[in-house]
Nanobody
Framework: QVQLVESGGGLVQPGGSLRLSCAAS????????MKWWRQGPGKARELVAS????????DYADFVKGRFTISRDDSKAILYLQMDNLKPEDTAVYYC?????????WGQGTQVTVDS
């Protein structure tokens, strides 16, 4: 049974940092690409960052380039999102996601609030 469990969200001031984690289980984590998405209040869910299996290729949405870093630890089956220089518009629920076979899997999300 595939499970994705996010953690690390919270309240942070503008300019601050957070590191999100996504603990994966139920599949061979190292063999699958992973993504972080987010959904702000009243907004559609949007792709934030992706990483291929092996962690050699990363891609970022323009609105987070230079501020966020996606990474993975295949030995621990954990996906990370390091978020620096956070802005109020980064306030959202953040989700990790993967596709295994023909199925799409999401975590429950972790709330990030950027506010002074």
């Amino acid at each position: 049974q595939v499970q994705l469990v996010e953690s690390g969200g919270g309240l942070v001031q503008p300019g601050g940092s957070l590191r999100l984690s996504c603990a994966a289980s139920g599949f061979i984590f190292s063999q699958f690409s992973m993504k972080w998405w987010r959904q702000g209040p009243g907004k559609a869910r949007e792709l934030v960052a992706s990483i291929n299996r092996g962690g050699t290729l990363n891609d970022y949405a323009d609105f987070v380039k230079g501020r966020f870093t996606i990474s993975r630890d295949d030995s621990k089956a954990i996906l990370y999102l390091q978020m620096d220089n956070l802005k109020p518009e980064d306030t959202a629920v953040y989700y990790c996601h993967t596709n295994v076979g023909f199925s799409s899997y999401w975590g429950q999300g972790t709330q990030v609030t950027v506010d002074s």
